[in-house]
């Protein structure tokens, strides 16, 4: 030991030499200095206790950080830095094996199973607890504890950007680095851990592979690759052990593989049989303990992938282990997607392609702008029962969620439920590469959107404004007065000012509302399809026994038919009802400017102050009010869907780019194809309305 200590203290002459030749390349003498330092003091951390030696590698970390928190990611001089310490220990090869020694005693001494196996996987069973876990640490933090190897990395390296510094740097540099710190004799040390790790992997993901719930959903998961993988991890760990690894190795990597195949084809099940967060939770839990048992296998064999690669991935993932927000979007994207193709199945029947498709739409929105007339009478009349906010509220929401039921039963249709639903329609045609996309039947798509839009609005004001006038009529000829009195007439003309009022900012809140009505839709259909509600109700005896097997079964198909509708009309009844009330009890007064309902409530004001007043300057600036109402109200509730159902497509911003300056160039060349329906069908993009079969179907389902 005293001749080791003798020899590493001649080679300070040498590292003085060297420091001075380094002087030139760094930014300050100070740098140097602290390289100095940290390498005079690596000889005698070796031989100090665990914390010392932590604290000595948390120094040296900070060197390369260039002193400043967050800088590692992204300032070009800590790969400069790096590349100054692997040319120092490159020239002092006694201070190069003291750093490895100490990295190898670090990593002998802590327990590395919990980062080989734990990092970026929560102790929670499910999504809502694995939520709640990682709220819970953010706020009240984990006891440290100091041989927990884990912990120690998340502490050098919090940041996913620290991973992605490593994953960026030079091959070249890569190498030089794995030799000089000698991590390959570091792995080693991790060994016994990293088969400990190992065998904790797939015995998890054999629990989530072989569990009831995911067994009935899919058969793939019932086979044996889960239990196959389990034995051959433990045949590698014996073969490991006694110097045979070739054929054990084989047999991991051909049951990771088999159980990464059967997880695939769940997903796909799913895709038909409906998705649950708690489902697609376990499911990429099961692939990724898969992929992280692979990229330890690989980094036990040399030859394989460098070591540093599978010490990035760990670093990425024990940070995203600590990020609520990375967990949900993980679990939520499979069913966001889903939630948005149901929306987009509804939304291809409110796409038009004839002239005779756009007047049905004129007319089943002529339909619902019927309904809404009454829906304007239940309101008002709420509005001067001056009821308790609560009852207030649960009655606007009845009101609202009533009329949309009936709407949706009839088959009638209300322009601003449409945008939301043929968003997500549209997104569907934006699947695939880039190369594939087929953008000129997309904005063929716009287009027809675009026109049935405008022929729903057409269709509701043409009906709402003659029906509430005639309503009123019935009014003072029962009443002998008009529904409203001339200063709430005047009143309704004030709050639909587009200047004085707050009209346009409750005209972007009830877009909003709108496209959340939307998603109330794709989920309830979602949740049936999942539950397999019709089949448990065509299957009942108790529902056989009352209405027959017959009926039982019609009313299964009503329920898989009507669901998305039903669900849609309820949510967004409650939301346009409920929100304000709910609001107003906080002591924040919002108001909802839906366009067809607010037309109907100018036309009763304008009603009770009679024809003279018909085009006076309120009138005039409430119906500017109006087209205001209707622009923003399809512009965020169709801007909001559509970006959802991008996202969910995984549709780059470079194809989003192409699509709208084709949808611009179109505009320009052919600005009437937005606004009226051609007298016959036009192609359409594939798996559009204009596929095989779908024009015989299409009037029966227009408004559905």
Known sequence: MDQARRLFWEQEVSLRLL????????????????????????????????????????????????????????????????????????????????????????????????????????????????????????????????????????????????????????????????????????????????????????????????????????????????????????????????????????????????????????????????????????????????????????ALDAAKAPALQLFSSLVRERAADQSLRDLCRRSLHTLTRKVVERNGESGDHYITETRAEWHDMISTGAGGGLLTAFTVLVKVALYVAALPLFFEGAASSANYAVSFLLMHLFGFTLATKQPAMTAAALAQGMRGPFATLEVEAIVDRVARLTRSQLAAILGNLAAVIPTVILLDAFARFFRGRPVLSPASAEHVLQSLHPLHSLTLPYAVLTGVLLFLGSLGAGWLENWVVFRRIPEALAQSRRLQRRIGAARAQAFANFVSRHAAGIGGSLALGILLGGVPSLCRVFGVALEVRHVTLSTGTLALAASALGSAHAFSTPVLWAMLGIVFVAVLNLSVSFALALGLALRSQAASGREQLSIARALFARLRREPLSFLIAPREATDSAPGGPSDSGHQSSKRATLCR
Request: proline residues 5%; neutral net charge; glycine residues 6%.
């Open 19 to 298: 420091l001075e030749q380094l002087q030139p390349r760094m930014r300050s003498e100070a740098m140097v200095k602290d390289l100095g330092g940290l390498l005079s003091n690596v000889a005698d951390a070796v031989a100090r206790p665990l914390a010392e030696r932590a604290a000595w590698l948390e120094q040296l970390v900070g060197w390369l950080r260039s002193g400043r928190p967050g800088a590692f990611a992204r300032d070009a001089l800590s790969v400069h830095r790096l590349r100054v310490l692997c040319e120092a220990l490159r020239a002092l090869p006694l201070h190069a094996a003291a750093v490895s020694a100490l990295l190898a005693s670090i990593v002998s001494e802590c327990d590395g199973v919990d980062l080989l196996a734990e990092a970026g996987f929560a102790s929670a069973q499910s999504f809502l607890a694995d939520a709640s876990d990682r709220l819970l640490r953010k706020c009240i933090p984990r006891p440290r504890d100091p041989r927990d190897l884990g912990a120690l990395v998340g502490e050098l390296f919090p940041s996913r950007r620290d991973a992605d510094f490593f994953d960026t740097l030079p091959p070249e540099l890569v190498v030089e680095l794995e030799q000089v710190l000698g991590l390959r004799a570091t792995l080693s040390a991790l060994r016994d851990p990293a088969l400990d790790a190992m065998a904790v992997l797939a015995a998890r993901a054999c629990a989530i592979g072989v569990s009831p719930d995911l067994r009935e959903r899919s058969s793939e998961l019932a086979d044996d690759p889960f239990f196959k993988l389990c034995r051959a991890v433990d045949a590698f760990a014996a073969a490991t052990r006694a110097g045979r690894v070739t054929s054990a190795s084989a047999s991991v990597q051909a049951a990771a593989a088999q159980c990464r195949w059967g997880i695939a084809a769940a997903h796909e099940r799913m895709e038909v049989l409906g998705v649950s967060v708690d489902r697609v939770w376990r499911l990429d839990r099961a692939a990724r303990l898969v992929e992280r048992l692979g990229a330890i296998l690989s």
